[in-house]
């Protein structure tokens, strides 16, 4: 039924792209909305060359894990930034990107504030999944994660090209994560990323 509603509407509300073409947008809050440049970082154990301004971590366990760019084939702004994580991985691998922020909101965005996020993340092969979700904001360390949840618990994630949004968050002072993942194999790939101010 749902299908069938979604067909009828979408003449009259043409879908919409919330992922801005413009890596500058003064609207988008994201330091790197389109995930270029190889500038990035990786502790923990993960090697490998995020897009600039994103950060790969990783919890306790063991760390089989590996970033790299990978260019996008779809005609659209950007590049994809690849998690690819081993057989041998135990451990949450997560990842963050920066935010700009400061505490008292000169710059737009402070704590209390009311945002919509959405991260585009490509999926492919992953197995062993014990986690697939999401946080929240962390001022102290300009990254931005979401308070949400996309899938919580073990469970397969199917391939595919996803945008994980989260809207009316309140921008919090802890949690640290944007997309983290737990897997024993497969390809996690992050693209585009933007977060809004949203209207009162």
Sequence with gaps: MG??????????????????????????????????????????????TPGRQWGFSAGTGTVNAAVSKVARTDGLPGEWTRLTIGATNTANIIASGGVLWDLTGAAGRKPGDVITAAIEVRTTGLVGVSQFNGGAYHPNSQHLALQG???????????????????????????????????????????RAAVFKTPA
């Design 149 to 191: 949840t996309w899938q919580q618990g073990s469970g397969p994630v199917k391939d595919g090209t996803y945008t994980l949004m989260v809207e009316g968050a309140t921008i919090q002072a802890a949690a640290t994560y944007l997309q983290s993942v737990t897997a024993t194999g497969g390809t996690v790939d992050i693209g």
């Design 3 to 48: 299908k069938v509603i979604a067909d009828a509407l979408r003449p009259l509300f043409p879908a919409v792209d919330v992922f801005s073409s413009n890596n500058l947008d003064p609207l988008n809050y994201m330091r790197n909305a389109r995930n270029v440049y190889t500038d990035g970082t990786v502790a923990n154990g993960i090697t490998g």
